[in-house]
């Protein structure tokens, strides 16, 4: 979303400080041996398996930021007095943001699993199921084609098995119904009976059930999700305004994460109300702070969160074949080094990927504008990312 002709800094910020705190969280677990809820003893254990202990929590503000600005786009329309014309825009807009970064993160994760059959088939982490909570069962196991197919069309958990080699792919499922439960929700609310339209309603039925039978997670989020929607909703109408608002909502988010770390008793709907409280805060709109680095950093941060998984096993199996990750390290100098380059490695790979991928996203969505003969939209117009950020078309 954006002020004027600038969108919001704060969010830019979020997002990909977001999509580090998953990665981290991934990383450490496949690479060092050890659990959050264990007691550690000295400051690098201590400052190593705090910082990487926000993973899950970080996937509720991606579902809270969702909300907020996808929401906001689907609460447009919603007001729209020609919902019948504007709405295969939004279908088009999701469709292309989501679908041209995951089918080519789909293409890597398959390269990631043959390069690892082929130089470490007998790792442990290939064959058990049992090398740490990030993989948990063995990639071995991902050879169903079902499997492949489903994580394709973002069923994956639902109709479909997921895949180890890429596991953050679940909560991409998630979002993915909650654009569709949106989109049919306003076409049957404003009554649009066109065929297209009809099919997405019986489309978003079917995977509602999909997640009522096999993972309610899936409805329980939606929650979270529509949090978001509520937040946007506060912010367009400056409800909330003030520093001193601001920064007591930041200091309960903080509050908030500092107690799930402590004793992970935190839920997930807490989470989402403190981060939906933080962002509902009109003066965000005036925060420019870094806008402009955070912005570049945000513009490839949903690349980085569906290929860091795989590159990081796969670097994994290259450790492997050195003799060096017969099992997950101790934490020490060393492991700490290996654990940031490949970081770093996943974030270059991300930069690269993004260039062919998630930078391309215009082209795809004005083809599939031009292919369906609606109006395509102008160089300068506003357009949502993954998360739902709004930035300049690319």
């Known amino acids: 979303m954006s002020s004027g002709n600038r969108s919001v800094a704060f969010l830019h910020h979020l997002r990909w400080l977001a999509a580090v ?17 264990e007691a550690h003893h000295g400051i690098l254990t201590a400052v190593v398996f705090s910082v990487s202990d926000f993973g899950g929590a970080a996937v509720m503000v991606f579902f809270v930021l969702s909300g907020f600005l996808v929401g906001g786009k689907a ?15 939004f279908l088009i807009d999701r469709f292309s943001r989501t679908f041209v970064v995951l089918w080519p993160a789909l293409v890597l994760a398959g390269g990631a699993v043959l390069f690892l059959r082929v130089i470490a088939p007998d790792a442990p982490f290939m064959t058990s199921a049992h090398w740490g909570p990030a993989l948990y069962r063995p990639i071995n196991g991902d050879i169903s084609v079902q499997s492949w197919l489903g994580a394709a ?7 479909s098995p997921m895949l180890q080699i890429n596991g953050p792919l679940w909560s991409l499922a998630f979002e993915w119904f909650y654009y569709m439960a949106a989109l049919a929700l306003i076409l049957g ?16 039925v079917i995977l509602l059930g999909l997640g009522l039978i096999f993972n ?9 999700w529509i949090m978001g929607v509520a937040s946007r909703f506060v912010f367009d109408r400056g409800v909330l305004r003030g520093s001193w608002l601001k920064i007591g909502s930041l200091a309960v988010l903080v509050i ?5 770390h402590i004793d992970h008793g935190v839920s997930n709907l807490l989470i989402g109300l403190a981060t939906a409280f933080v962002i509902a805060n009109r003066d965000w709109a005036s925060w420019k702070m870094g806008a402009s680095w955070g912005e570049k950093l945000a513009g490839f941060s949903y690349s980085f969160y569906l290929t860091h998984f795989p590159i990081t096993v796969a670097i994994l199996g290259l450790l492997y074949r050195c003799g060096i990750t017969a099992q997950r390290l101790p934490l020490n100098g060393v492991s700490l080094a290996i654990m940031l380059l490949t970081l770093a490695s996943a974030v270059a790979a991300a930069r690269v990927f993004a260039l062919v991928t998630e930078d391309r996203t215009r082209v795809v969505r004005n083809f599939l504008l031009r292919r369906f003969k609606l109006d395509t939209p102008s160089p300068g117009a506003l357009s949502s990312d993954h998360q739902g950020y709004a930035v300049r078309s690319e």
């Open 75 to 89: 609460m447009d329309l919603f007001q729209s007095s020609s919902v019948a014309r504007e709405w295969p825009h």
């Open 153 to 159: 069309a973002l069923v994956n958990g639902l109709a």
């Open 189 to 204: 609310i404003r009554g649009v009976s066109s065929t297209g339209a009809v099919a997405i309603m019986v489309y978003a």
């Open 21 to 37: 705190a998953v990665a981290v969280s991934h990383i450490r677990q496949n690479l060092i041996a050890g659990n959050e809820q």
């Open 216 to 224: 309610s997670d899936m409805i329980v989020w939606t929650l979270v």
């Open 256 to 260: 908030v994460l500092v107690k799930n």
